[in-house]
C-alpha cells in the first residue's frame, strides 16, 4: 500500500476518536485491511517499524488489549516493551507525569497507554516526545476498540452509513461506547442506547443517540447489537438491583432478540460475563456472533495504528521540561 501523505493524517498521537474525520477513519481502517490480509499468511511480518521502539504501559490490567499491540508491534518488526502497574514506579509513589519523563529519556517511538483516570494520556501525550495511542482511559474513550469494531461491521456488511446499532448495557462507565458513539456517528450509521437509566450518563441524548430503556424496543430491527460488559469494579453503590434482575430485563438472549433483523450480529468487546450481559447460546452463536472476528480486526487495526503513527510521528519535537 503506498504511504498515505502526512496530510491524510495529520496526527502525532491517536487519543481518541474525537477529532478525527471519516476520511481520516476510512483510511485506518482501509490500512487494516490490508493487514488483515497479511496477518492470515503464513509469513505475517513486515519491516515498518524496524529500529523503532514500542512500550506498552499499562496502569490497568489487560491482558486482551496489551496482547493485541505487542503481537502488532512484533509483526511490524519493532523492538516491543511491556510494563504493567505491578512493576511500575507508581507503586512505590512516582507520579504520572515523573514516570512519562523517565519513560521518555529512553527515547520510545511510541507509547501505548491504558490508565484507569479520563484524560491520562492527554497529560502524557504532552510531555512526551513520541507518539501516544490510547488504550483506554478510565470511562473517556478507547479508540482502537471503536475502530476494531468499524472494520468487523464493514466486512460484514460492506457499509457503516445507514446501518442501525444498538449498543446495550453499562454506557455510564464504558469507554467503549463514548468511542463507538463517535465513530459511527462520523461515519453515518444511527446509534441506539439501551440501558437502564442508572448506567447512562446524563444529557447522552446530546451525541446524537436515542435512548431506550426497554431492550425488545431498543433492537426492534437493528442491523448490530453491541453488548458491553457491566463494570462492577467501578462501581461505588448500587446501580442494577441484582445480577439476576439485570439479566432478566437487559441481558441479550434468544427471545430478546428475535426482535432485531433476522441477520443481525452480535458484537462483544471482552470480557464477557456470561449469564449477566449475555446468554452463552447467543455468545456462541457462530451464524451471528462475531466476537472473535473482532478480537482478530484488532491485531490488524494496532498494525495500522502503530504504521500511521510511525510515519507521521517521528521528529525532533522537544517536551515540556526536557
Known amino acids: 500500500m503506498t504511504a498515505p501523505a502526512q496530510t491524510l493524517f495529520p496526527h502525532r498521537h491517536l487519543l481518541g ?64 516493551i511491556n510494563i504493567s502497574i505491578e512493576s511500575s514506579a507508581v507503586k512505590k509513589g512516582e507520579t504520572l507525569i515523573d514516570t512519562a519523563m523517565t519513560l521518555n529519556a529512553m527515547r520510545p517511538d511510541v507509547l501505548v497507554v491504558r490508565h484507569a483516570d479520563s484524560g491520562a494520556t492527554h497529560l502524557l501525550a504532552q510531555k512526551v516526545g513520541c507518539s501516544v495511542i490510547n488504550a483506554g482511559d478510565g470511562s473517556h474513550e ?104 439485570y439479566f432478566r430485563l437487559y441481558g441479550l438472549d434468544q427471545e430478546k432478540l428475535k426482535v432485531a433483523r433476522p441477520d443481525a450480529l452480535i458484537m462483544h468487546p471482552g470480557p464477557m460475563n456470561r449469564g449477566v450481559e449475555i446468554d452463552s447460546l447467543v455468545a456462541d452463536d457462530i451464524s451471528r456472533s462475531v466476537i472473535h472476528e473482532q478480537v482478530e480486526m484488532g491485531v490488524a487495526v494496532r498494525m495500522a495504528c502503530l504504521d500511521i503513527l510511525s510515519r507521521v510521528g517521528a521528529d525532533n519535537y522537544t517536551p515540556e521540561g526536557a
Open 142 to 245: 478507547h479508540p482502537t476498540q471503536a475502530l476494531l469494531d468499524a472494520l468487523t461491521i464493514r466486512r460484514r456488511r460492506g457499509r457503516l452509513a445507514g446501518l442501525t446499532v444498538a449498543i446495550c448495557g453499562d454506557i455510564l462507565h464504558s469507554r467503549v461506547a463514548r468511542s463507538n458513539i463517535l465513530l459511527l456517528n462520523t461515519m453515518g450509521a444511527r446509534v441506539r442506547l439501551v440501558a437502564p437509566p442508572t448506567l447512562l450518563p446524563s444529557a447522552i441524548e446530546r451525541m446524537g443517540v436515542e435512548v431506550f430503556h426497554d431492550m425488545r424496543e431498543g433492537l426492534r430491527d437493528v442491523d448490530i447489537v453491541m453488548m458491553l460488559r457491566l463494570q462492577l469494579e467501578r462501581m461505588q453503590g448500587s446501580f442494577v438491583p441484582s445480577i439476576r434482575e
Open 17 to 80: 476518536i474525537e477529532g478525527l474525520s471519516a476520511e481520516e477513519i476510512s483510511l485506518l481502517l482501509d490500512l487494516s485491511e490490508d493487514y488483515v490480509g497479511l496477518n492470515r499468511q503464513f509469513e505475517k511480518k513486515r519491516a515498518v517499524l524496524r529500529g523503532r521502539t514500542l512500550i506498552n504501559v499499562f496502569f490497568e490490567s489487560s491482558t486482551r488489549t496489551r496482547t493485541s499491540f505487542e503481537l502488532a508491534g512484533k509483526r511490524l518488526g519493532g523492538d516491543v
